[in-house]
């Protein structure tokens, strides 16, 4: 085992090549005095060799190999969202507010002629016939309600 300074002498590198090497990960950084001069000159060599064959670093093909794993990842998501898009399992954010603008524009329609369609016909009677009558009504809108004005699932603009 060996500390830096003696790895260098003995790989004839410097120090600043040594550890531009373990910031690239072509050397591992391992505790002080603890290097191993054959696993570092090995490393050195294998780093050069790549380097001239045109290959680029250890460093650099790793990276590389992040890159095209993270490039897969992406694209498998972003087909999973289209296929998903073209099964019609999303929609956009403007069909559910048209779709919910609309709806809340209808109840306030209703909510706001129930008391003149109710004036006449609730006159003169008791309160549980005024009561069932409007109870009828509430249960109309609600039913209403319930059903979608237009399809959310359609093609959206």
Known sequence: ???ILEVCSWCGISRTTFHDAVRRGVITKKPRGE???REVARALIKDGQAAKGGHGDLAAKLKLSEARTALAREQTAA?????AVARREYITV????REV???FAMLRERLLSIPGKFAASCEMR???DVEEIMRDEIYELLDEL???I??????TK
């Open 94 to 97: 403007a069909a559910v507010r």
């Open 79 to 83: 087909l999973r969202l289209k296929n």
């Open 101 to 103: 603008e609309t709806m």
């Open 146 to 148: 319930s059903k979608p």
């Open 35 to 37: 290097h191993d001069v």
């Open 1 to 3: 085992m060996a500390t």
């Open 150 to 155: 237009r399809r959310l699932d359609g093609p």
């Open 126 to 128: 008791e309160r549980r």
